[in-house]
């Protein structure tokens, strides 16, 4: 099982739409979490870090369930801009080793 | 300010032959990561520098890999006697180091094609 997965998508959906994005991991020791954003042969920008009490920033909105390992990424009234692939990233506390998921891909339509 | 900086951004090579990719890491930044990215897939770590601290060298796939980071900045990332599946982006990454500093600040990255 890999240490942290993603639905690869793409995920297609219309201008305006709200779309969501989950991450599960396998270490129960993982500590930090995080959204990055990685547009076509660019390299990777923190979209946003993930904290235990969910986290907004516009739009965008990020939440963690330690319970069921997993970590997600709402987008509300998406933008043709925010086509991209999402990539999660998880680090485990007193390590430097960040852990990346192989990323969502999403498109956003006209 | 200036972001990481990696050269250079694109390089062709052929099989069997040596190449040296260069990171310039955020002024400051204490901690430094090379990644290997593979056309649709995710980010490999290759290896980790810390301060002075020995590298964690853990994520080389090979012996023909090797990196230095001379005086606790600048980073070259080596490949030798390269392969057609060394063929990648390779992202070099800095951060403050800092338990409470942890974002990572990508390079543009080195394409590399090894015909």
């Known amino acids: 099982r890999k240490e942290v997965e993603q639905d690869p998508g793409p995920f297609n959906v219309p201008e305006g739409a709200t779309v969501a994005f989950n991450c599960t991991y396998s270490?129960?020791?993982?500590?930090?979490f995080f959204w990055y954003r990685q547009d076509c042969r660019k390299e990777p920008k923190l979209l946003m870090s993930?904290?235990?009490s969910g986290n907004e920033d516009g739009r965008f909105t990020a939440q963690l369930n330690r319970a069921s390992q997993y970590i997600s990424l709402l987008i509300r009234d998406s933008k043709l801009s925010d086509s991209a692939t999402y990539l999660c990233?998880?680090?485990?506390?007193?390590?430097?080793?960040?852990?990346f998921g192989t990323g969502t891909r999403l498109k956003v339509l006209a | 300010g200036a972001g990481v900086s990696q050269s250079p951004s694109n390089k062709v090579t052929e099989k069997g032959k040596d190449v040296e990719l260069r990171c310039d890491p955020i002024?400051?930044?204490?901690?430094l990561y090379w990644y290997r990215q593979s056309l649709g897939q995710g980010l490999e770590f290759l290896i980790y520098f810390q301060g002075n601290s020995a590298p964690d060298k853990s994520g080389l796939p090979s012996d023909r890999f090797s990196a230095e980071r001379t005086g606790g900045s600048v980073s070259t990332l080596t490949i030798q006697r390269t392969q057609q599946e060394d063929s990648a982006v390779y992202l070099c990454a800095s951060s403050p180091g800092t338990s409470l500093q942890e974002t990572q600040y990508f390079g543009p990255g080195t394409r590399l094609l090894v015909l």
């Open positions: 993930v904290y235990s």
């Open positions: 002024s400051g930044h204490t901690a």
């Open positions: 270490n129960s020791a993982s500590q930090s």
């Open positions: 990233v998880v680090k485990t506390s007193g390590t430097y080793k960040y852990i």
